[in-house]
T-cell receptor
Framework: DTAVSQTPKYLVTQMGNDKSIKCEQN?????MYWYKQDSKKFLKIMFS???????INETVPNRFSPKSPDKAHLNLHINSLELGDSAVYFC??????????????FGPGTRLTVL | AQKVTQAQTEISVVEKEDVTLDCVYE???????LFWYKQPPSGELVFLIR??????QNEISGRYSWNFQKSTSSFNFTITASQVVDSAVYFC????????????FGGGTRLMVKP
């Protein structure tokens, strides 16, 4: 069974469109994350979310919004897509302990290409 | 602010050679957590190890070993007798004791092991 899954694996779209990427975890974790990996492989946190708190990296444009229908899902919505949004987006999950102790488990990634 | 530096962008070795991947971090926190992740050519991110800031014991797991030195703010990773399957991008990451467990990643080191 896949621990953290993302759909779609590939997403090609036009500038200006709105799109969503879905993420599901079956690990029973209570915290989920979104990361962006650019073309140079640099990984950057976008959001950290549990049922009590959403933490947003200050560099993330407000066109990006996480939406969590329940503890097992954290979807990423992107409005008005721009060329610079092209990247691989990774979802991750972990148990929320006191502090950043627990390792995060990552999904397979979604490669977004904006034309 | 936190920062993780992996000065080696790419390393190329011949199979069976030993190789060390360097990681230097910056943080003002006294409690923090360090991680290594592997990203093989298939693209997924695989957790390798976690280390707490108050635990400076080195760790060995098969051909992998990690050397954590707070005095030099380093958390280096050594692969002994490298194999072609070790070819991947390796990321060092840092997590604070709060702030939603978000990981700050280094830029990654691409390791190429040639037969």
């Amino acid at each position: 069974d896949t621990a953290v899954s993302q759909t779609p694996k590939y997403l090609v779209t036009q500038m200006g469109n709105d799109k969503s990427i879905k993420c599901e975890q079956n690990l029973g974790h209570d915290t989920m994350y979104w990361y962006k990996q650019d073309s140079k492989k640099f990984l950057k946190i976008m959001f950290s979310y549990n049922n009590k708190e959403l933490i947003i990296n200050e560099t993330v444009p407000n066109r990006f919004s996480p939406k969590s229908p329940d503890k097992a899902h954290l979807n990423l919505h992107i409005n008005s897509l721009e060329l610079g949004d092209s990247a691989v987006y990774f979802c991750a999950s972990s148990r929320l302990a006191s502090g950043g102790y627990n390792e995060q488990f990552f999904g397979p990634g979604t490669r977004l290409t904006v034309l | 602010a936190q920062k993780v530096t992996q000065a080696q962008t790419e390393i190329s070795v011949v199979e069976k050679e030993d190789v060390t991947l360097d990681c230097v971090y910056e943080t003002r926190d006294t409690t923090y957590y360090l991680f290594w992740y592997k990203q093989p050519p298939s693209g997924e991110l695989v957790f390798l190890i976690r280390r707490n800031s108050f635990d400076e014991q080195n760790e060995i797991s098969g051909r992998y070993s990690w050397n954590f030195q707070k005095s030099t703010s380093s958390f280096n990773f050594t692969i002994t007798a490298s194999q072609v399957v070790d070819s991947a991008v390796y990321f060092c990451a840092l997590s604070r004791n709060n702030a939603g467990n978000m990981l700050t990643f280094g830029g990654g080191t691409r390791l190429m092991v040639k037969p």
